[in-house]
Structures are given as C-alpha cells and as structure tokens.
C-alpha cells in the first residue's frame, strides 16, 4: 500500500509531526517501507513487492512537506516525479505528454496524473478521460516521451470506481512482465 499525503496549505509541519505521531501510536510504523537514510533516490533500485512481503514492510508513505523526522516518512518530490496536473478538459488531455510538475526527472518513480479539474473535479469529467482506451494510451504516451523511457509507477485518476484504471493498470503491468521475461526491461 503506498499513499501520498498531500497537506495543502496552512500548518503543514504540525499535520506531519501529527501523522508521524499517530502511526507510531498505532503500530504501524514496524510495517513501513524505510530508505535508506531517508533521502533522495534518484537513480535508486526500489524493493520489489516480493521484497517488501518478505521483510514485513508492505505500507509506502510520502508527503509533500518535506523529509520527516521518521525514516519512514519520505518526502515525495525525493523520490517521484509527475506529469502536469491543472487539465480543464480533455482536449487539455490530448496534447503530447512531454513536460514535468513537481519533482527532479532523475527520481526514481514516475507519476502521471490523469484527471480533469476544471473548473472542479467531478464525477461526468471523469467518465469523459477514464476508459480504455484513452487512459492507457496517454499513460503509455507519458511513459515513452520521458527522456529516458520509463515505467508508469503510479497512475492518479479521480473517481477511480467509474473508470477502466484496473485494465490500463493491468496492461501496462503485462507489457513490463514481457519486458523483463524478454530481457528488455
């Protein structure tokens, strides 16, 4: 399980001295993924989840405050990289996948953000960008057009219950399985 906390404005130091706190008290910080020293992993080999099973830390957790003082609590613009969020339709959608958000691009885990807010997010607009094909291809476009190529680590949908994210998950994680038995990945 990996969730990314994203504070919003306000006390956003004090919302993750609370979070820290409060996993600590519920004992689930022995389950948590730690890196190494809690910093950057451009460039890093990420555990597999066999790996993670294996050890007893299935549960990821990054924030955009900024590194914790948990080794646990990664700070997200360390480790991931995005795709552009701000779409007001789906035409806003269509254009070539080549620019980045928030992040360095050396970060070790990608990912692309497939939702329209404009002006708020909503159930129809979802159903509009959520099916398969669409949703596939422009994650597959956003994959390759990074300089190099990468793998889709994360793929963020609002209203994810009406939407083919399982199929375009499903797919992409297909194409990496016959990467890697092929030797290419």
């Known amino acids: 399980v990996t969730i990314i906390w994203e504070f919003g404005k306000g006390e956003r130091k004090v919302m993750q001295e609370e979070l820290e706190a409060a996993v600590n008290a519920s004992g689930l910080s022995r389950k948590m993924f730690r890196a190494e020293n809690n910093k950057k992993s451009t460039g890093v080999r990420w555990p597999t989840l066999g790996e993670m099973v294996e050890k007893g830390t299935t549960l990821v957790s990054f924030s955009d ?3 914790g003082s948990e080794r646990w ?3 997200v613009w360390d480790h991931l990289t995005e795709t552009p969020y701000a779409f007001n339709s789906k035409a ?3 254009v070539p996948c080549t620019s980045r958000n928030r992040g360095d691009p050396a970060n070790s885990l990608f990912l692309v953000n497939h939702f329209v807010t404009g002006p708020l997010p909503s159930p129809s607009l979802a ?13 597959k476009d956003c994959a390759l057009r990074t300089d ?15 939407s083919d994210l399982s199929t375009a998950v499903d797919a992409l994680n297909m194409e990496l399985l016959e990467s890697l038995l092929l030797g290419d990945g």
């Open 73 to 75: 609590d990664l700070h």
């Open 148 to 162: 190099p190529p990468r793998r889709v680590n994360f793929l963020a949908v609002d209203f994810w219950s009406m």
């Open 92 to 94: 806003a959608m269509s």
């Open 65 to 67: 405050v900024g590194r």
């Open 127 to 139: 159903t509009e960008v959520n099916y398969d094909p669409f949703l596939y291809d422009r994650a």
